[in-house]
């Protein structure tokens, strides 16, 4: 009986607290990834709330417009909805590179060079049924986006360059590339006074998913997240890329492939970014013009940032700045406000979530041990063999 | 006579237009210059020149004075730079992120607030004409040298000296090097970056003042085209070098002004692929003068960029 009772207690002995106890440890550390970012992000709308009223306007009637355009309807909801679903794709373009330690901006030319070449693989493909050629056209956007974003990772792990700096120069260049195929040698000349690309057509054209009056692209940005998720947190290609992220020299002594790593997780960042720019083809405008560089590239940014490069969390969050961007036609119309008030606010909400990033490990309430050493401490005296 | 000016209109052209592109370039890639080597980067420089344009013409519009224009650009610069320098100070915060904040924020606000002074049109900065020995038109417009070009020339002369020479150079370099060797000289390292952010801040407004008052001279949400973060990878295509800083800024310039220059003579072709030049030089010259072994030579030791 005694010495049953000793083992036992020798067994639990070495700092390994209980299940409920792990639990409430668990819980305590989960609870500050999510009290602080959404406490930055009210502070981020009260500090707006303030500049408005500064401005004159009623704070709270912007709150009810954001809420009547973005959420409050069926209708609203649906905008909403369809406003997320690229911005998944282009936050997992920098939330993927994120883990290993590259801020990369340039997801817009992954958009609006996956949109183009989507566009462009219709024509040749149009002899097949669309069951086939669909997906081929997806693949043309997965490959241009991954060549594209790929290409900035390759210039960090081979040559040195700034993935911040060249993804945006890569961005402008894209841009540019495809203005100028949209303008020439890819136009519709039927197009005149909106310059765009032939159309992909009705059969090639994606319908909307059933019973949420959405397109397939926000399922598939959702299921892209899981994914991502999956790969980073569960399988030992993520460790290895987050084990990269964290500390390169440690990494390389044990000879993992770092080079590879950063290349492929840029690559596959830009080609989840490219995928945005296939369904506003497919799925939306029909064709490639000038819409494909409406600026999701950059919102995604700011869901990656928010939601702290957790590729879950980039659901809420793309959710959230949808709806307030769906809102800004309803906010400009009603409170004359100029279309850059959801700029200035995202803005705000940016800084205030960055600065917030100084406040993790600095409340008690929060801390793991707190939770998971306090009835531990008192009947077990720790082992001084772990000293 | 005009004939036979074809080719060489366009050179004209292009050293014309490096003259006139060049100087929001030279002013943000200086102002970089002093934050980088405090041992920061700020990437906000790009919000704070279309906050600088747009309180520029604003400030010119109402007080029909440019030069009123260009100080209050470099006071809101600097209060910009301010606020990096602020928020980066608190431990574990990302400097290049809050850059990419302050840059969505800056123009934003410079969006948000400038709506009314699109109509209106303000008071330019003067200009110097330096062509008055020619007697062709061409020549005469491509040496209409502004003011601040001017001024940017000389600022990146006296900052060159200063960084070798006088003792707030030395600091702001030991600081940029080596913020250990800093704290143990007694210097407050996150005090001396504050004043290089601001500084650096207070100079791309000027910079964005140059946009909206003299070239293009006009004040719309498209002012900028990236200028302000184009100067960020100048800086480092510079070495970190204020003299070298001129040269890269009229190279880049000069690149800016080749798809216009091209279009006037008649060049239609690949019109918008002219547009991209200075982004494939900037592109170019970073993957040519970059390594994946060593830091760059002559880059502040602190530099996140470069770590």
């Known amino acids: 009986m005694v010495a049953e009772a000793a083992l036992s207690e020798l067994s639990a002995a070495p700092a390994r607290p209980s299940r409920g106890l792990q639990v409430r440890a668990w819980l305590a550390r989960r609870s500050e990834a999510v009290a602080i970012p959404v406490a930055a992000a009210v502070t981020g709308f009260l500090l707006f709330g303030i500049f408005l009223a500064a401005q004159g306007k009623s704070p709270v009637q912007l709150a009810e417009l954001v809420w009547r355009g973005g959420f409050g309807s069926a209708f609203a909801l649906g905008n909403s909805l369809q406003r997320a679903a690229p911005l998944l794709f282009a936050a997992l373009c920098v939330a993927l590179p994120a883990r290993l330690g590259l801020v990369v901006i340039g997801g817009e030319g992954a958009i609006v060079l996956g949109g183009l070449a989507a566009a462009a693989a219709a024509q040749p493909l149009a002899i097949l049924p669309a069951p086939l050629a669909i997906p081929l056209m997806a693949c043309a956007a997965l490959l241009a986006g991954a060549v594209w974003i790929g290409a900035v990772g390759w210039l960090q792990a081979y040559r040195g360059v700034n993935a911040t700096i060249s993804s945006l120069l890569l961005s402008y260049i894209a841009i540019a590339i495809a203005t100028h195929l949209i303008e020439g040698p890819l136009r519709d000349p039927t197009s005149l006074n909106k310059p765009s690309t032939l159309p992909v057509g009705e059969a090639f054209m994606l319908g909307p998913m059933p019973g949420l009056g959405v397109h397939w692209g926000l399922g598939c940005g959702v299921i892209a997240c899981l994914v991502a998720y999956v790969l980073m947190d569960r399988t030992t290609l993520g460790f290895a890329a987050r084990m990269a992220g964290g500390n390169v020299r440690a990494a390389q002594i044990q000879g993992l492939p770092v080079g590879r790593l950063i290349v492929g997780f840029t690559a596959l960042g830009g080609a989840f970014a490219a995928l945005a720019g296939f369904f506003e083809v497919a799925a939306v405008q029909g064709t490639a013009n000038g819409t494909l560089a409406a600026g999701y590239g950059y919102t995604g940014i700011l869901v990656a940032f928010l939601a702290r490069q957790n590729p879950i969390a980039i659901v809420p969050v793309a959710f959230l700045l949808g709806g307030i961007e769906a809102s800004s036609g309803l906010i400009q119309r009603r409170m004359q406000l100029p279309d850059a008030t959801v700029l200035v606010l995202e803005g705000l909400l940016f800084l205030v979530v960055l600065a917030s990033e100084t406040l993790y490990g600095r409340f008690k309430l929060f801390s793991p041990h707190l939770w998971a050493a306090k009835r531990e401490t008192a009947p077990t005296p720790t082992p001084s063999v772990t000293a | ?307």
């Open chain 2, 1 to 307: 006579m005009s004939d036979d000016l074809g080719l060489w209109s366009v050179l004209l052209a292009v050293i014309g237009g490096a003259i006139r592109v060049s100087t929001p370039f030279l002013f943000v890639s200086l102002g970089e210059t002093i934050t980088e080597r405090s041992g920061r980067i700020n990437l906000g420089l790009e919000g704070i020149l279309v906050f600088g344009a747009m309180s520029a013409y604003g400030t010119a519009v109402l007080t029909n004075s440019p030069w009123a224009g260009v100080a209050v650009a470099a006071l809101s610069g600097a209060a910009f730079g301010l606020l990096h320098g602020f928020v980066c100070r608190l431990p574990r915060v990302n400097d290049v992120a809050v850059g990419i904040a302050l840059m969505l924020f800056g123009s934003g606000l410079a969006f948000f607030l400038g709506k009314p002074f699109i109509q209106p049109s303000a008071p330019p900065l003067p200009a110097i004409p330096l062509g008055f020995w020619s007697s062709l038109p061409q020549v005469r417009a491509a040496l209409q040298v502004n003011v601040l070009f001017l001024a940017g020339a000389f600022l990146s002369l006296v900052l060159w000296w200063a960084f070798r020479n006088t003792k707030a150079g030395l600091i702001v370099r030991v600081v940029g090097d080596s913020a250990d060797a800093a704290r143990a000289m007694g210097y407050d390292v996150d005090r001396v970056r504050l004043y290089a952010t601001a500084t650096g801040g207070a100079l791309a407004g000027i910079g964005g003042a140059y946009l909206s008052l003299s070239y293009p001279g006009s004040w719309n949400e498209g002012v900028s085209s990236g200028q302000g973060l184009m100067a960020v990878a100048l800086v480092i295509f510079a070495r970190w070098n204020p003299l070298a800083c001129f040269g890269a800024a009229l190279l880049f310039g000069g690149a800016g002004a080749l798809g216009p220059a091209l279009q006037s003579v008649g060049v239609s072709q690949g019109y918008y692929l002219y547009y991209a030049a200075p982004y494939v030089l900037t592109l170019a010259l970073l993957i040519a003068t970059s390594s994946p072994d060593r830091a760059l030579a002559g880059a502040p030791g602190e530099l996140s960029l470069s770590k």
